[in-house]
């Protein structure tokens, strides 16, 4: 290096200038850089890709038995594919289906007979199940909902989940699927009179109008979600259904919100983060009435 007031030539760890006298100053350090804050998710808001009852794949996609699923275009109008291996089969709710292969054998039958047949179609869901099977050869099956909104896929493990009859969208042969009866409280809710329960272990996809935000509640912790959110929850938590405001029924219905479900931890609840009902209230003045 060279002195800056003379020129001089001067060696690299030279402290001062042996022609002119001049001191230089120590080379200081370069700051660290500045690490960037990386984002910490509350598990208590955000839906995990692991961890607590429902377990959610981090990359939208996994394999169960002889077959593998992928959730594409996640978002408003999410599609689940599922690729069969021959003579494997995935059950859906009927009418889910996009698109399917050519060897794929589509069966469509009544769940439970005559009876289980009849819950479903009083809880809301179709009196059929459909039954997909690869016939002779790899197959691949699409899966949306009616409405648009977000699909996840859930890996059970020999666990039991409530879910909304609208929100069930296919899962596993081996899951065990029953339409239970919920009582006046569900149908007051405006749920219906039966709900899903769904037990076992396996893939569990399921779908929401909009999209799907988790709540994790702690031993004695208390949770309000409105009946046309709800989605999915903890078979195991206790609920109850209440007037939103607890001041009064004609305030209560003056807030728009009507009833709702209060929940008891521990557990998780699954919401959807908007209401198909309150939606379709909003495209009701746009619709001609019969008199028109």
């Known amino acids: 290096m060279n002195c800056p007031k003379c020129n001089a030539q001067l060696l690299s760890d030279a402290k001062f200038c042996g022609s002119c006298g001049f001191t230089l100053q120590p ?5 660290p850089p500045q690490q960037q804050q990386q984002y910490q998710p509350n598990p208590a808001y955000d839906v995990p890709p692991s961890g607590g009852a429902f377990q959610f794949d981090a990359d939208g996609r996994g394999k169960g038995r002889g077959y593998t699923w992928e959730i594409q275009h996640q978002g408003s109008f999410a599609l ?10 995935i059950h859906a709710e009927a009418g889910a289906m996009v698109s399917m292969s050519g060897n794929v054998d589509l069966h469509a039958e009544m769940k439970g007979g005559v009876f289980g047949a009849l819950k479903r179609a009083v809880g809301g869901e179709s009196a059929f199940v459909s039954t997909f099977t690869a016939k002779g050869a790899p197959g691949e099956v699409t899966l949306a909902p009616g409405s648009p909104g977000g699909v996840v896929g859930i890996e059970m493990r020999n666990q039991t989940f409530m879910v909304q009859s609208s ?12 339409t239970k009866f919920g009582g006046a409280k569900s149908f007051f809710g405006g749920e219906g009179l039966f709900v899903l329960q769904i037990s076992g272990t396996g893939l569990l996809l399921i779908s929401s109008f909009g999209a799907i935000h988790s709540r994790t509640l702690q031993p004695g912790e208390q949770y309000v979600v409105d009946t046309g959110h ?5 078979g195991h938590m206790p609920y109850n259904l209440r007037k939103a405001a607890k001041s009064g029924f004609f305030r209560s219905m003056m807030s728009g919100e009507g009833l709702v479900a209060e929940f008891n931890g521990p557990g998780q609840i699954l919401i959807q983060t908007r209401n198909l009902a309150a939606f379709a209230g909003l495209l009701r003045p746009y619709f001609p009435s019969q008199g028109g």
Request: charged share 15%; net charge negative.
């Open 167 to 178: 929100s069930y969208l296919a899962g596993d042969t081996s899951l065990q699927v029953e």
């Open 230 to 234: 709800l989605v999915a929850w903890e």
């Open 27 to 31: 080379a200081q350090a370069a700051p």
């Open 80 to 89: 689940a594919v599922v690729r069969l291996q021959a003579e494997q089969a």
